[in-house]
């Protein structure tokens, strides 16, 4: 990534469109994808549960290259769960991530150069949407707790 800036997005907002505006914009992006966006590649999107079947090897990969938008990728990893990226100037090679099996033991797993940078730099951003999500309802429950005190009565 020579000397375009990052962007890192959420599932909510990661789409087709926007990652094509971002690339024409000079900004690589990295995010994880909703399936039923317009413009995913069909041979990626498996419909199955959320978890992972017994079948496939927690760690495989499956990836997909655009011909018509250059170094866009989406990636399909299995983890415990399905994770669906779709990223723009990123690797698709394979590092090593550790992860925590049942029955707590840890174990390296396959894992794609770009997943691993998402998680790096989005930890602190998943960490500042909980705590504010946190705050929120905070505020709307001593907010309720206002509205909600009892009147005195009037004879």
């Not at 099996?101 to 951003?125: D, F, H, I, W």
């Amino acid at each position: 990534m020579s000397s375009a800036t990052r962007a890192l997005k959420k599932c909510d907002y990661t789409s087709v469109p926007l990652v094509m505006h971002l690339l024409s914009s000079g900004f690589y992006s990295i995010g994880t994808v909703i399936t039923r966006r317009l413009g995913l590649c069909d041979a990626i999107i498996v419909k199955m549960k959320n978890k992972r079947p017994v079948n496939i090897e927690r760690g495989s990969l499956t990836y997909a290259e655009s011909t018509q938008v250059a170094d866009l990728k989406m990636l399909h990893w299995w983890d415990n769960r399905p994770v669906r990226m779709l990223c723009t100037g990123g690797s698709a090679e394979l590092d090593r991530v550790v992860r925590r099996e049942k029955s707590g033991e840890q174990t390296e797993v396959a894992c794609p150069r770009v997943l691993k940078n998402y998680q790096m730099y989005m930890s602190g951003v998943d960490v500042h949407d909980h705590l504010r999500l946190q705050r929120y309802l905070l505020q709307l429950a001593v907010r309720q707790e206002i509205l909600y005190k009892p009147v005195s009565r009037l004879r």
